[in-house]
């Protein structure tokens, strides 16, 4: 996980395969009590897993400020050491709760 | 990917490693089309990459349809030859759009 890349985008969480989801959601947790959108980028299963996984954890820490959140998959595309490589987006989202 | 288990839910789609994304988004699409929720399950990193690509694929097939669809991930446990395995469920809904 890296949230201070220098290209980074406020809100953006870079997920690997070892990143501890437990600390991936608790910064994803922190991230949309402030603000009512995040970005989570994985690239490869392994990253994919944990990132879905963070996201799980993440919505039982939001639960006593009630916030929900959901996450909505896009695929990307992003340079990793020269290589383009296909990666997924989840764009995170405060649930909107039906009226 | 298995919509037709004895035990199955209607619209609850299984999905393995081994799954074609493009296969599950289109049974997302068509179950989406006719119902405002679907449930994914899946086990194992392999098979929640299979079911993250195939909700973003399924997005740009419900695209013509005016539908978009967000997931809301969640741990599950699920018996799998007599073990007890910890998996993810995806609830798939419509977004809403805000007002």
Redesign the interface.
Known sequence: MNTEEPHGTPGTLKVSAKSNPNAVAGALAAVMRERATAEIQAV???A??QA??A??IA?SYLRDSNI?V??????ITVEISDHERTG?S?AI?R??H?P
């Open positions: 490869g299963a392994g994919i897993n879905i996984k996201v799980a919505r929900d959901v996450c909505v998959p896009s695929f997924m989840l989202e649930r909107t039906a």
